[in-house]
Structures are given as structure tokens and as C-alpha cells.
């Protein structure tokens, strides 16, 4: 079966960093695009950073110069490395897979991690 394992969250002060992993089994990891989101209590899950299969980064504006995504095919692995931490940044990180074939039945997959907790708080 297909697994995401998150780890690497915590407690931090703000102006602190933290970096979060995501570990894949079961799927292709370099075939899907990976992604990050995080989602507080009462608030829709938001997406934070996504990695395309080819490379290719998004951020989100609020984290953008502050975050980085990144993977490691080889470790079908993703990271998220979090820096100039701020108490907003506070919520539950999930980690995502996604994929979309587009063949003559289009099929999409899409699957998410456990989520790891990150407080920024003093």
C-alpha cells in the first residue's frame, strides 16, 4: 500500500527553523508531483509548496523567501525547509502526492501523510 511518512515537526521560537520530511513507499515517487499543506483549526487546508515531477516549485506567498521545498528521488523523499519561522506558520503540515495520467480513461491519484504539528511559539 502507499505510504507517506511525515516527521520533523515540533516547538520553535519565531525567527527559528525546522525542516520536515516526507518519506514515500508503495507509488513511483518520481512520476508524482509532491506538495505541502497545513491547516489550523476552523481554517481550510491551504497549500504551503508543491514540487512537479520535473522540478518545477510554487509557494505559497505568505511563505514565499522563507520556505523551500525540495526532493530527493533517490530517498523518495520530500522536504520542506522552514525558515524565519513565524508564530502564524503554526499548524498541522500534511504532506501530498499527486498525479494525474491523462490516457484515453484519465486517472488521478492523490494521496497524503499522517500531518506533523509545528508550533512557533515563545
Known amino acids: 500500500q502507499v505510504q507517506l511518512v511525515e516527521s520533523g515537526g515540533g516547538l520553535v521560537q519565531p525567527g527559528g527553523s525546522l525542516r520536515l520530511s516526507c518519506a514515500a513507499s508503495g507509488i513511483i515517487f518520481s512520476m508524482y508531483d509532491m506538495g505541502w499543506y497545513r491547516q489550523t483549526p476552523g481554517q481550510k487546508r491551504e497549500l504551503v509548496a508543491a514540487v512537479t515531477s520535473g522540478g518545477s516549485t510554487d509557494y505559497a506567498d505568505s511563505v514565499k523567501g522563507r520556505f523551500t521545498i525540495s526532493r530527493d528521488n533517490a530517498l523518495n523523499t520530500v522536504y520542506l525547509q522552514m525558515n524565519s519561522l513565524k508564530p502564524e506558520d503554526t499548524a498541522v503540515y500534511y504532506c501530498?502526492?499527486?498525479?494525474?495520467?491523462?490516457?484515453?480513461?484519465?486517472?488521478?491519484?492523490?494521496?497524503w501523510g499522517q500531518g506533523a504539528q509545528v508550533t512557533v511559539s515563545s
Open positions: 501530498n502526492a499527486h498525479k494525474v495520467l491523462v490516457t484515453i480513461i484519465p486517472a488521478e491519484y492523490n494521496y
